[in-house]
């Protein structure tokens, strides 16, 4: 296999793997973002105790803190495939 056969299916690989993941991060900042819908409905539904209504607070931010984490990993995958600069992320 020539080098730019082999750069080629190298650079397809990666964009097959770049959009997988970029469709589960959609996929799991949805799941997030309904779970946040589902802190809102209790903590407005339902009279709290002041330590309950805490937790709630403090699981929202958290949910909040993540979302936004996971949207800036899921721009910048997108933004890599967009440019046609996909790369295989490798995890040690």
Known sequence: ??????ESRRQNVAK????????????LIAGLRKSLDGIHKERTS??????EMGMLDERR???????AALDDRLSAVQGLIDLGRPHVIRVH
Not at 46 to 51: D, E, F, I, P, Q
């Open 61 to 67: 931010n958290n949910l909040l803190l993540t979302i």
């Open 1 to 6: 296999m020539r080098q730019s056969q082999a």
């Open 46 to 51: 339902t009279k709290l105790s002041g330590a």
């Open 16 to 27: 097959r793997s770049m959009t997988k993941e970029a469709r589960q991060l959609a996929n």
